[in-house]
């Protein structure tokens, strides 16, 4: 998964990329270097809490852009994780979401990845 | 669910899009798209119910919108408000949209589009000219590279306001416009692109490939032969989202993506 996380980094305007459970546990990470991971848990906890409380709201909901301290912010609901792209402002918002898609359209055929995401979610009481 | 009306903000106002939902008595939801910037206006029975955009939300969202010059809108029929944030009529509303666009008109004599750059004039002002707070903000941001838009981003403003605050800057002679320095110097897609595009969607959609390809650019409000590669991923985006399988749509924006990064 690390080195899908890196394809995505490639992209010019990608700071860093995480794919975290859904209570926020951060399962893999190519983080910016130059943020802590105190930070990067924090901003992962907050990304979390904005698609869980959205997707109760509005039907469909899997997906954001989000502004965040002069950064974009892409949160992508991969149904048993969580995708989290941290962007500068001049990334190419559509360019992104075709790599994301043909990165997570491998990861849906990838075995090993889907018992990640299935160990790794915590069903809701 | 059918999109009842599509199209071009370059082609319909947003304003009389508006008013033609308002007087037919339409419930659903307007979407607006400029660049990646979104919004989303409600109706209820031809009432303005509710707008969004970004963080800006109400009537204030709803103003924003009035102001974008270029853009796409599509409406989905029969889609509730999630609430209530206009309080105003919608007559009033439209009103004071109107009175906008009218401003807008003025504007766009001296700020042709929101992509318009603008400096400092060398000759300044022959009067003694008094800036209010705002104004002094917008004119420490004019560099002869910023463009109305990057001001409006910057300042967190409404588009609008920054265009009116340069046009006003602009008749005191205190700025001048950089003719079409976007425009001119924006880079364009190079015949590769599209040969790749055409070639790559044809095998997947058949010979209504290029039909859309034609569509979704002008759609854009753009043209073939000046396309800017600032906006091909978004060409493409769109027009993949034409693919119905899955499988075929990663497979196409990947080779598509190949070729968007060189």
């Known amino acids: ?125 | 669910m059918a999109d009842v009306l599509r199209g071009s903000l370059a082609q319909l106002s947003l304003l009389d899009i508006l008013k033609m939902l308002s007087s037919g008595n339409r419930t659903g939801r307007l979407d607006i798209r400029q660049g990646s910037k979104t919004g989303e206006i409600y109706l209820q029975n031809g009432n303005l119910i509710h707008a969004v955009t970004g963080p800006q939300i109400g009537e204030k969202g709803l103003f924003t919108l009035l102001g974008w010059m270029e853009g796409d809108f599509s409406f989905s029929p029969n889609i509730d408000a999630p609430e209530q944030s206009i309080s105003m009529s919608t007559e009033q509303m439209l009103l004071e949209g109107a009175r906008q666009a009218e401003q807008w008109d003025d504007i766009k004599e001296i700020v042709s589009s929101t992509d318009a750059v603008f400096n400092i004039s060398p000759s300044g002002s022959t009067d003694t000219v008094s800036l209010k707070p705002i104004e002094w903000q917008v004119l420490a941001q004019i560099n002869g590279e910023r463009s109305v838009l990057e001001i409006a981003e910057i300042l967190s403003l409404h588009e609008f306001d920054v265009a009116r605050i340069i046009f006003s800057l602009t008749t005191a002679g205190l700025l001048h416009e950089i003719t079409n320095a976007a425009f001119l110097n924006r880079e364009i897609v190079n015949d590769e692109f599209f040969t790749q595009l055409t070639s790559l969607f044809t095998e997947v959609m058949g010979p209504i490939g290029p039909v859309i390809i034609d569509d979704e650019i002008r759609l854009l409000g753009e043209d073939r032969a000046a396309f800017p590669q600032g906006k091909a991923a978004e060409l493409v985006e769109r027009i993949s989202l034409e693919i119905a399988n899955g499988e075929k749509r990663a497979q196409f924006q990947k080779q598509m993506v190949a070729v968007l990064r060189g």
């Open chain 1, 1 to 125: 998964m690390k080195n899908s996380l890196l394809e995505i980094n490639e992209l010019i305007g990608v700071w860093g990329s995480l794919v975290c459970n859904n209570q926020a546990e951060i399962i893999s990470s190519v983080p910016p270097a130059d943020l802590n991971m105190a930070a990067l848990e924090n901003i992962t906890r907050h990304c979390v809490e904005l698609l869980s409380t959205s997707s109760v709201s509005v039907q469909d909901f899997n997906e954001a852009v989000i502004h965040f301290q002069q950064r974009k912010i892409f949160i992508l609901d991969l149904e048993q994780a969580i995708l989290i792209v941290l962007c500068t402002p001049s990334i190419d918002i559509s360019l992104l979401r075709m790599t994301i898609n043909v990165i997570t359209s491998r990861w849906k055929t990838d075995s090993k990845i889907q018992k990640l995401f299935k160990n790794s979610y915590v069903e809701r009481l």
